[in-house]
């Protein structure tokens, strides 16, 4: 049976929505915001960290890890989350900020032992926070760190002058435990703005925050135990194709609406786990492609538009492109087919519906000239090589052509290697000078 699809245009993510907070009793705008239908649950704060110092702007924000229903398809599933939303609450910041992340975990406690071997999965509500594209110290974002069940963490990050604005990146990585938190939708989109943002053109255009999500979903299970992502301690307990649900903005197919000749700012955060996603929107009525006018890829801005009609995003990957369509009518979000790594292909799914109304068309614009490009990460020149290596990365067991298993890891017959040697926390393969 057919589900309705719920309609929506997400609004434009305000910078000017203010709160009070609680130090000098300052006026502060608010730099966490959810999705449709989430409040917002962050502040920004001015502090003075010293005599002769300048006072220091703070964007303090919770995410609570916490079990939690959502509709999805027609169903209610009980995943992990951040804050009960789905997905996680999008974070603004700018460079010279401090960002103040809490992370509280009230997942339930784990039952499990832990196994001799740490990538046997294990201890899937004990979680941490990492990011893709900040340019803070690996001892900021720790993957090494554990937030158990119960306990809390709180994140210090002072966002450098000269970190790259754009669409970037935060979910949990603890090694034995990631998988699972990212099939259950845990993660969301931080944004730092820049001087991209005051592009005339752009800076009139609608924001559109998207994170795609590759789910696995049992609606066997019962929800109210362990919830309804499998806990796999076997790799047939959660790669089951027969689970994999796709969302874009945790729904499925969900309906977004553009006026013709509007621009509207797309920030897409492909977020799956397992597959890459070809991203494309075609149209119904002809099913050629719609041009995306790519400004920026994983939070680095181009030197002036790209314009395509596709782009291939693996997991993690994030683009910025605007969107501008003349034709009124039906159009589909899709990912494309696409053979992976491993020589399996992926069919093509529709991720959602884009609806061109027949209202007055607008003629808003797309940036012809240059775009505020950094220009503090130039190209890497052949005389600053000063050694080459060649390292092999391997999947060995559990898919055609995979070598034999190594080690003691039936019970989860993979091995993600490089050169030959699984992860190991205490190993460190290469010293590197700064």
């Known amino acids: 049976m057919s589900t309705p699809r719920r309609s929506f245009s997400l609004r434009k993510f305000s910078r000017r929505e203010l709160l009070k907070a609680g130090i000098y009793g300052t006026a502060a705008a608010v730099s966490l915001t959810n999705f449709p239908g989430c409040g917002d649950s962050a502040s920004f704060v001015q502090t003075n960290p010293g005599t002769g110092q300048a006072p220091v702007e703070v964007v303090q924000a919770t995410l609570e890890c916490v079990m939690a229903p959502f509709s999805i398809g027609g169903r209610t599933y009980v995943l992990p989350s951040y804050n009960s939303v789905f997905p996680g609450p999008v974070i603004r910041c700018k460079p010279g900020q401090r960002l103040e992340v809490n992370v509280i975990n009230n997942l339930p406690p784990n039952l499990d032992p832990v196994p001799p071997d740490i990538n046997i999965p294990h201890h899937f509500y004990t979680t941490n926070l990492h990011f893709h594209g900040s340019h803070v110290s690996p ?17 210090t990050y002072d966002v450098p002058l000269d970190q790259p604005p754009g669409t970037h990146h935060y979910h949990p990585h603890k090694h034995s435990a990631v998988t699972w938190q990212m099939f ?3 993660g969301s989109i931080l944004i730092v703005e820049g001087p991209t943002d005051h592009v005339p053109e752009i800076a009139a255009a609608k924001e559109v925050p998207i994170v795609i999500n590759e789910l696995m979903l049992n609606p066997a299970l019962d929800g109210a135990v362990n919830g309804n992502v499998p806990l796999y301690t076997s790799q047939n307990g959660v790669f089951s194709p027969n689970f994999r ?9 969900p309906i977004f609406t553009i006026r013709p000749g509007e621009v509207q700012y797309w920030r897409v955060l492909q977020q799956a786990v397992s597959q890459a996603v070809p991203f494309q929107i075609v149209s119904q009525a002809t099913g050629q492609p719609v041009p995306l006018h790519t400004v920026a890829y994983d939070g680095i801005t181009y030197d002036q538009v790209q314009t395509v009609t596709d782009v291939l995003m693996a997991p993690a990957n994030r683009v910025d492109f605007l969107l501008k369509i003349l034709e009124p009518g039906m159009y589909d979000i899709k990912k494309l087919a696409f053979e992976q790594f491993s020589g399996a292909s992926t069919s093509e799914v529709t991720l959602g519906t884009l609806v061109v109304t027949n209202e007055t068309p607008d003629n808003m614009g797309i940036p012809t000239g240059a775009l505020p490009s950094p220009n503090f990460l130039p190209p890497i020149t052949t005389t600053e090589i000063t050694n080459t290596r060649t390292i092999t990365y391997n999947v060995e067991g559990g898919v055609p052509g995979g070598g034999p298993v190594l080690g003691p890891s039936a019970d989860f017959p993979v091995n993600f290697t490089i050169d030959g040697e699984r992860f190991n926390p205490n190993n460190v393969g290469n010293t590197f000078q700064l």
């Open 245 to 253: 649900t796709w969302t874009m903005n945790g729904q499925q197919n």
């Open 184 to 186: 259950g939708g845990m």
């Open 139 to 155: 001892f900021q974002d720790d993957i090494f760190s554990e937030i158990e069940p119960g306990a809390s963490k709180l994140y």
